[in-house]
């Protein structure tokens, strides 16, 4: 259910050429490349960007981050990364700003076992130690306990599920949402561990058993970063369509947008699940994403996303 609309058949070299051409002259054209790189998926772009180099001996997103600003470069540069690559530097940047560690939740949770190993590498690679070696020394207790179980969980991913385990363990959720004394730990044993087939049923659990769902009682005025943090892990474990849907519904209902959110969410999932996102929001909000998003931004940051949501202006 991915947004984006990419060619079957393209040429690289004619791309590669067709963006030197756009960096050429007064001022670079900012249609011509959005009208390419908008329009390609990611084996695309990574196709255009060793033929650039091949002919020009040139890195094409360092050419691209002095052609172009703000918002625009921000987004076009994360959309030339690879995927991995790309999750390693958001995660980066939540750990070195301290203020979103959210973003290090929903990609390890998201993600399969298979991409969150492909993003610790990537980190690894980028910054030369690893991811969870720069979690464990930018936060402490127990929000630095459930981000290193997450970070280097490597989940079960079969339908198999045991019933029992489902009741019990919805108790020790329900003993952490208490804030009972060592209950903490024992809820990060479950959220880092346990498949996830296996949490939605311990999820669905608690629901019965107690009459509402576990986010209900994480977030209030008084959360501190570790409820935070288990919020988040249960909302994208439970559903991250309806997860990420209001990550942009915030984003742009805040007074002034929150263009990282909203980049974040377009150019991580445009050749995922963005269109089922889109259609979760336009049921929530009566209002299309691309409408919603048109209302907010501008320029050519406006048209790059309105490209990858797979809506031409």
Not at 29 to 37: A, C, F, H, R, T
Not at 81 to 106: H, T
Request: with cysteine.
């Amino acid at each position: 259910m991915a947004t984006l609309i990419a060619p079957p058949n393209h040429s690289p070299q004619e791309d590669a050429e067709s963006l030197r051409k756009a960096f050429q002259g007064w001022g670079t054209d900012e249609k011509s490349v959005i009208s390419i790189l908008g329009h390609r998926n990611v084996h695309q772009r990574q196709q255009i960007r060793r033929a650039y180099e091949e002919i020009f001996q040139e890195d094409l997103i360092k050419r691209l981050e002095s052609e172009i600003r703000g918002d625009f470069e921000k987004a076009v540069y994360r959309w030339m990364l690879e995927p991995a690559d790309r999750d390693a530097v958001l995660i980066n940047v939540a750990i070195k700003s301290g203020m979103n560690y959210n973003i290090i939740v929903e990609i390890s949770t998201v993600l399969s076992p298979e991409e969150l190993l492909a993003v610790r590498r990537a980190y690894l690679n980028r910054y030369k130690l690893s991811m969870e070696e720069d979690v464990a020394a930018h936060t402490s207790g127990h929000l630095r306990q459930l981000l290193l179980g997450l970070v280097t969980a490597y989940r079960y991913i079969g339908d198999e599920i045991n019933g029992k385990l489902a009741q019990s363990e919805a108790e020790i959720l329900h003993e952490a949402v208490k804030e009972k004394k060592g209950s903490q730990e024992e809820a990060i044993r479950v959220l880092s561990t346990r498949s996830k087939t296996q949490l939605i049923a311990t999820f669905n659990r608690y629901r019965e058993i107690h009459g509402t769902s576990l986010t209900k009682k994480l977030l209030d005025e008084g959360s501190d970063e570790f409820q935070k943090a288990l919020y988040t892990a249960i909302r994208c474990i439970t559903d991250h369509v309806k997860y990420y849907e209001k990550v942009v519904r915030d984003a742009i209902k805040r007074v002034g947008t929150d263009e990282d959110a909203l980049t974040r969410v377009i150019v991580s999932r445009a050749e995922k699940d963005l269109k089922m996102i889109s259609e979760v929001y336009y049921k929530r909000n009566s209002v299309l994403l691309e409408h919603a998003v048109a209302k907010e931004i501008s320029g050519d940051y406006k048209h790059f996303l309105l490209t990858l949501l797979g809506k031409e202006e």
